[in-house]
């Protein structure tokens, strides 16, 4: 089996997190994706989405617990800067590719597995897989505290929201779903690292009754010429840290279509 090792970082707000980093072991059409580190199912599913092309959303749940969060690290970008981050962990699963498209057969089975194989591991967080419109989203059901107790918890994106129509920028209209959502769920919701030039350049026309924020988010990016993903973390500072980047479409799902929907994966 040859070895071929790709490693990405993303640097994100101070108060953000720690490079996003995964790794493959490849073979002719059976791989394994990897990762280390803080949130190891964000960095696999990350990586997972930049090698194949494909839509992949990552949110985390607010975490609370001292069970949940590791040692003092050191902030990227920030040199004397020092946060709390959630504890390391390890996450890997197995997947084939199509011998004509060279592309993963089952996305979704694949995201299944490592939401899986992280429960059973011990990290920090419990989650589901969503597949709707078009992309892939790592869900947040719930939290186990230090006696192993395990603690539902309402996704932040879950909330819903009203918006009323009108023209707006990009950057508006996603800082009107995160001030939304921060006045209905009662936490602060905010944008960390985005695209800059693109967010206040693009223009459109989105408004929202009683509907979840990740669904608006969704239609948002179904209207722009460009798809975007995102990163919603729980910031060492209290806040709900929203990331967002241009993603490299290869594989783009038919929109409108809702095709499945998987439970949250607990510990056995």
Same mark, same amino acid.
């Given at each position: 089996?040859?070895?071929? !090792?790709?490693?990405?970082?993303?640097?994100?707000?101070?108060?953000?997190?720690?490079?996003?980093?995964?790794?493959?072991?490849?073979?002719?059409? !059976?791989?394994?994706?990897?990762?280390?580190?803080?949130?190891?199912?964000?960095?696999?599913?990350?990586?997972?989405?930049?090698?194949?092309?494909?839509? /992949?959303?990552?949110?985390?749940?607010?975490?609370?617990?001292?069970?949940?969060?590791?040692?003092?690290?050191?902030?990227?970008?920030?040199?004397?800067?020092?946060? #709390?981050?959630? !504890?390391?962990?390890?996450?890997?699963?197995?997947?084939?590719?199509?011998?004509?498209?060279?592309?993963?057969?089952?996305?979704?089975?694949?995201?299944?597995?490592?939401?899986?194989?992280?429960?059973?591991?011990?990290?920090?967080?419990? #989650?589901?897989?969503?597949?709707?419109?078009?992309?892939?989203? /790592? /869900?947040?059901?719930? *939290?186990?505290?230090?006696?192993?107790?395990?603690?539902?918890?309402?996704?932040?994106?879950?909330?819903?929201?009203?918006?009323?129509?009108?023209?707006?920028?990009?950057?508006?209209?996603?800082?009107?779903?995160?001030?939304?959502?921060?006045?209905?769920?009662?936490?602060?919701?905010?944008?960390?690292?985005?695209?800059?030039?693109?967010?206040?350049?693009?223009?459109?026309? /989105?408004?929202?009754?009683?509907?979840?924020? !990740?669904?608006?988010? *969704?239609?948002?990016?179904?209207?722009?010429?460009?798809?975007?993903?995102?990163?919603?973390?729980?910031?060492?500072?209290?806040?709900?840290?929203?990331?967002?980047? *241009?993603?490299?479409?290869?594989?783009?799902?038919?929109?409108?279509?809702?095709?499945?929907?998987?439970?949250?994966?607990?510990?056995?």
């Amino acid at each position: 089996m040859c070895g071929i !090792r790709m490693q990405t970082a993303i640097c994100l707000l101070t108060m953000v997190v720690s490079p996003l980093q995964g790794s493959y072991r490849q073979s002719s059409t !059976r791989k394994l994706i990897q990762a280390d580190g803080p949130r190891p199912l964000a960095k696999a599913a990350r990586e997972f989405g930049k090698q194949y092309g494909m839509l /992949i959303t990552y949110e985390d749940p607010v975490y609370s617990s001292e069970n949940d969060y590791g040692n003092q690290e050191p902030v990227p970008g920030n040199e004397k800067g020092t946060a #709390f981050f959630p !504890r390391s962990g390890h996450v890997e699963a197995e997947y084939d590719l199509s011998a004509q498209t060279l592309l993963p057969l089952d996305p979704a089975a694949v995201l299944e597995r490592l939401a899986r194989d992280h429960a059973q591991r011990g990290n920090p967080g419990l #989650f589901r897989v969503e597949e709707t419109n078009g992309l892939f989203h /790592i /869900i947040p059901t719930g *939290v186990v505290d230090k006696q192993g107790n395990v603690r539902s918890v309402l996704p932040i994106l879950d909330t819903k929201i009203d918006m009323p129509l009108t023209d707006r920028s990009l950057y508006d209209t996603v800082k009107g779903v995160c001030q939304m959502v921060s006045r209905s769920a009662g936490i602060s919701v905010v944008i960390g690292q985005m695209p800059t030039n693109y967010f206040l350049q693009q223009h459109l026309s /989105i408004g929202a009754t009683n509907e979840r924020a !990740r669904d608006v988010l *969704v239609r948002i990016t179904r209207t722009l010429d460009k798809r975007l993903v995102w990163i919603g973390l729980t910031g060492a500072g209290g806040d709900y840290v929203m990331n967002f980047e *241009v993603a490299n479409v290869v594989v783009d799902y038919p929109p409108g279509k809702e095709i499945r929907k998987k439970g949250d994966f607990r510990r056995p």
